[in-house]
């Protein structure tokens, strides 16, 4: 049945539509890779529960001379020759704000038919990492784009939802933040170490840590190439492509080259208390969300 005049869209809203729907398509594909690299990694890590303040009872165990009498569990502790302490669940939940490079670069793949795009992998990792943490009581955002952190089911689609569709714009790496909040980074970093340094002391300085998670297409650190080879600098028409006569000489150098920025990221994380995990896109997702989920908990758990 053909729309009449008073409910055709007007051409704005047809133009935001189909902005809306392809920023949308991505997303049942990443969710569904997200869940199942999210379920291989949650057997085989163990949980965060720990013994703190919380209403929820965790375990029994025998009574110290360290601990209150009130704390002593009586009818419990009537079934046995012992004295037994009733523990709770630690129920403090910590905020995870996220964010992920959008740039024109991420968005490139040297074998689409094998690997993900770089910005593909890395909305992949985010989503699985934020679907362990909310399942385990963390509260997770997107970084510049998420009004307030969230958790539970609703939280999840959320978050998940967001980083399917964000622009991963570096402004966002400035939004307001509370104090010592952990972040998740993943980009390539091809910005420059110089830049990124200033971006990471800016919020060492709020204070904040966390992770950075190091996106790599094996072409890039490996440079494959033979022949003449012409080399154009992704999202932008106003640098002239570098056109090199034998790729296969310059591929020593750009390796060296490669090699030295990776080693730069790993020391400035490092000095400024921020973990890094390096994955390329050829190698399982399963691995690096390992990685990283190990890496939160076990700062969190300090």
């Known amino acids: 049945m053909a729309l009449s005049p008073f409910t055709r869209p007007k051409a704005g809203e047809t133009s935001l539509r189909r902005r809306a729907e392809a920023l949308a398509a991505p997303f049942p594909g990443l969710q569904a890779e997200a869940e199942r690299v999210a379920a291989i990694v949650a057997q085989g890590v163990h949980g965060r529960r ?4 919380g209403e929820s009872f965790w375990q029994y165990r025998p009574y110290d001379s360290s601990d209150a009498a009130r704390s002593i569990d009586w009818r419990r502790s009537a079934r046995s020759d012992a004295l037994f302490v009733r523990e709770t669940e630690w129920e403090a939940s910590n905020t995870v704000w996220m964010w992920r490079d959008g740039s024109a670069g991420m968005d490139w793949s040297s074998d689409p038919k094998k690997n993900p795009t770089k910005k593909d992998r890395a909305s992949v990792l985010s989503m699985a990492l934020a679907t362990l943490l909310i399942r385990g009581g963390e509260r997770c955002a997107v970084l510049g784009e998420s009004e307030r ?15 399917a569709a964000s622009m991963g714009e570096a402004e966002n790496l400035q939004a307001d933040i509370p104090s010592h909040a952990r972040i998740l980074i993943a980009s390539d970093f091809l910005d420059g ?18 992770v950075l998670l190091h996106i790599i297409d094996p072409a890039e650190e490996n440079f494959p190439y033979s022949g003449r080879v012409r080399l154009t600098y992704p999202g932008s028409g106003l640098i002239e492509p570098l056109i090199v006569g034998r790729a296969e000489r310059a591929r020593e150098n750009y390796v060296a080259r490669f090699a030295a920025h990776k080693q730069t990221m790993a020391n400035t994380a490092r000095r ?8 390329h896109t050829d190698q399982p997702a399963t691995r690096a969300l390992a990685a990283l989920y190990s890496a939160f908990c076990g700062d969190m758990n300090k």
Not at 193 to 210: H, I, N, Q
């Open 149 to 163: 952190p969230r958790t539970g089911k609703a939280g999840l689609e959320r978050v998940t939802a967001r980083m």
């Open 50 to 53: 720990r013994a703190g303040m």
């Open 193 to 210: 170490a110089d830049k990124w340094r200033e971006r990471l002391s800016r919020l060492t300085a709020r204070p904040a840590s966390g």
């Open 272 to 279: 400024l208390g921020w973990s890094l995990v390096t994955h």
